[in-house]
């Protein structure tokens, strides 16, 4: 399509209206005004059919996939193609969507003549973590004469995946993942027996009764040990609750403005942040990332399952760059569902595919009294058999009634003892877990990698698994 631009309005205002009016004033002068105005319009309408072949052999190509991380500064890097290889300007606009900001509506580039191919870089800005396609790119370029300029939208394909930001969350681990020197996560000498069998050797004295392998020492008719040794690659997994709990907001909003009343209002992004704080959920996928990285360092092996009424996602624990590139595929576009945690469901699923003895850490929210009671109910077919930590951020105004002594009006007095009977609720709920083995563990929000990564690698240290 062509529209008109400015240009063409200046002109008509400074060549038809003198006429006109020369016309008028002198109507000898009729056939000059005419033939002016009519050469001037035949000039309009011959600069407006040039103008379509402005954008033959023109094209944008995007690439397939751009990866981007959220808060973080990218460029979009886009190939112009001209086939005619004729210099002109071009315009260039992409429709991104609400959660991709830009400095920049459109931009103009020019086309070098002799030149089939240009490159450029669009910066751009993701607010939030997810999957955004882009299909279309928007041309503009003007005619010969500058009158009209020819639009045309190209058809693209490309795939903008916004992982999380784990800039903030290694500043406040560097150390652990510094490794050099005396510093840094390094893969730890483990000291006593260890549980995998190793061989079998002759019998020394001083070795227990129960290190005997009595089938080889009737077979042998001489007594043999067995020699076991610790675990190299132990499997971790981390089971993340995706259900209607984790959407609430933490407790620590970027904006002055007060809490949205409405669901999907709260979700909505303000100058690179959430409208009101920050999703329980995000919490859960940067720590699990980040303990991802821990865990590789270590040389275990990291899996992960998400669920919510059912078990959605489930990555099989394995090791390497690329099951680390697996994992943040599967985490990065996970997003709360309104449906309640079926913990029964996910307890089974774990129970009959995990066979060999793992680290669960499960990143759930249970101050509802019946979420709670249907956890500790079904855990009970997984603690046995594998080692389960429970990590749950804690609440905004949970916590001990006299731990804030600056209390200045009965509101705050009524609204603390509501916070303590939950959190006294939570204590009792600790104690039922402990009782099967269950670790729980209450953290902050901003300390939530940190705890993960630390509960870690005490498991290794103590060698709990």
């Known amino acids: 399509m062509i529209v008109p631009r400015s240009r063409l309005l200046v002109w008509i205002g400074v060549v038809v209206p003198p006429f006109a009016l020369l016309w008028a004033v002198e109507p000898a002068t009729a056939a000059v005004a005419t033939l002016a105005v009519g050469l001037f319009a035949l000039g309009v309408v011959a600069d407006a059919l040039l103008a379509h072949r402005r954008l033959a052999g023109v094209g944008v190509v995007l690439p397939e996939v751009v990866h981007l991380s959220k808060d973080r500064q990218g460029a979009l890097e886009l190939r112009i193609r001209n086939d005619r290889r004729k210099g002109q300007h071009l315009r260039v606009g992409l429709p991104f969507p609400r959660e991709i900001s830009s400095p920049h509506e459109d931009q103009t580039v020019a086309l070098p003549a002799g030149t089939q191919w240009s490159r450029l870089a669009w910066p751009c800005t993701a607010r939030r973590r997810g999957n955004y396609p882009l299909e279309r790119a928007y041309l503009e370029a003007t005619s010969p004469c500058g009158f009209w300029a020819a639009r045309a939208a190209v058809v693209t394909r490309s795939e903008l995946r916004v992982y999380p930001n ?21 893969a730890q000498r483990q000291v006593g027996k260890g549980r995998e069998f190793e061989k079998l050797r002759e019998y020394v004295p001083g070795d227990s009764f129960d290190e005997i392998h009595w089938k080889a020492t009737a077979k042998r008719g001489r007594p043999v040990t067995k020699v076991f040794q610790i675990e190299r690659t132990q499997e971790v997994y981390l089971v993340i609750d995706a259900s209607r709990l984790s959407a609430r907001l933490t407790a620590a909003p970027r904006s002055p403005k007060p809490m949205a009343e409405s669901s999907a209002d709260a979700w909505q992004l303000e100058r690179g ?145 509501g916070g303590h009977l939950r959190w006294q609720n939570l204590r009792e709920l600790e104690k039922v877990l402990q009782r099967r083995g269950v670790r729980f563990t209450l953290v902050q929000n901003e300390r939530m990698a940190a705890e993960l990564v630390s509960q870690y690698l005490s498991v290794k240290q103590r060698q709990l698994l």
Request: glycine share 8%; proline share 4%.
């Open 273 to 417: 942040g959430w409208a009101s704080g920050i999703p329980v959920l995000e919490r859960f996928v940067t720590a699990a990332l980040v303990l991802g990285l821990a865990a590789e360092q270590q040389g275990d092996l990291y899996g992960l399952l998400t669920f919510t009424d059912r078990v959605d996602r489930f990555v099989r624990a394995k090791g390497g760059q690329a099951h680390y590139r697996v994992c943040r595929d599967a985490l990065y576009t996970l997003q709360p569902k309104v449906a309640a945690p079926d913990f029964d469901e996910v307890c089974s699923f774990v129970r009959l595919r995990l066979r060999r003895r793992a680290l669960l850490i499960f990143l759930t929210a249970l101050d509802d009294p019946l979420l709670a009671e249907s956890f500790a109910r079904s855990v009970g077919l997984i603690c046995r058999q594998h080692l389960v930590l429970v990590n749950m951020i804690q609440p905004s105004g949970v916590g001990p009634l006299f731990q804030d002594p600056n209390l200045s009006s009965l509101d705050e007095i009524y609204q603390r003892l």
């Open 166 to 186: 784990l800039l903030t969350e290694r500043r406040n681990l560097a150390a652990l993942f510094l490794n050099r020197g005396a510093f840094g996560v390094h």
